[in-house]
């Protein structure tokens, strides 16, 4: 992909920190779309069936799944298939792989529904930087695990804004490894014609911020929508760079960035 030559003003629209970089990848759910919650809903009543049919006997283990405790650690930013694993795991379970794969196509089945009921929109926030980064001439990649992804984007009307696309489907067809590995982010920043250590990286959940930093990018940005300071704690402990609570604080201006 050229590059645009492009003034040096039209950076000014960007915050310090981000008038370097040669190409910005964003995570797609909770970083461009608000469908995290949707997510975290759809597991919930997956889980929560489960642990109802299949209780364990520990009743500590038997708690229903927590929106957003573990939601963040055992599932966000995973394949369905990991994060299905995952949590079953933390529980205790010793889940077979055709349970673990009937827990994963509940979770699947739900989100559709619920995806189709309620729509889903992207961050205003977002918009901004993207349309301010496309201003200034940098190109910008949407990665995800998740198979939905372009459906995601394209409902929220903002597909058109990104150069380049890795979901879960291409991530399958080119067997790029799961996040914690730094594959997804590799990929997509190569389709931006940039090196990971001239690029930034932007994530919500841990798994994806240790990505970015085990892919050896320049900026790895953390996204807390809880705004909660354990969050925070733990997005910087994992790998990010600094944490914001909306992307429109990477805009001129914003915050101290
Ligand atoms: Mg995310």
Do not use: N
């Amino acid at each position: 992909m050229h590059r645009p030559s492009t003034p040096d003003s039209s950076r000014d629209m960007l915050a310090p920190v981000l008038r370097d970089v040669r190409a910005v990848v964003f995570d797609t759910d909770g970083v461009i779309t608000d469908s995290a919650k949707v997510h975290a809903a759809a597991w919930k009543a997956a889980f929560d069936g489960f642990l109802r049919a299949h209780p364990p006997e520990d009743s500590d283990r038997r708690r229903p799944f927590d929106e957003q405790d573990d939601y963040l650690r055992h599932v966000d930013g995973k394949s369905r298939l990991d994060g299905a694993e995952a949590f079953l795991t933390a529980r205790g379970i010793e889940a077979s792989a055709k349970t673990v794969r009937a827990v994963a196509a509940d979770k699947e089945r739900l989100f559709t529904e619920r995806l189709r009921e309620h729509g889903v929109e992207a961050f205003p926030g977002t918009v901004r930087l993207v349309k301010a980064l496309r201003a200034a001439g940098v190109p910008r990649a949407a990665a995800s695990a998740s198979r939905h992804a372009g459906e995601l984007l394209s409902r929220a009307e903002v597909l058109d804004l990104f150069d380049a696309l890795v979901d879960g489907d291409e991530a399958a067809r080119l067997g790029l490894a799961g996040k914690p590995a730094p594959d997804l982010f590799l990929e997509a920043v190569r389709r931006l014609g940039a090196p990971a250590d001239r690029a930034a990286v932007v994530e919500d959940a841990l798994a994806g911020v240790e990505a970015g930093r085990r892919g050896g990018f320049a900026l790895v940005v953390g996204v807390d929508r809880a705004a909660g300071a354990d969050t925070r704690a733990r997005l910087l402990r994992h790998g990010a760079d600094i944490v914001v609570h909306d992307l429109g604080e990477l805009c001129a201006g914003g915050a101290p960035w």
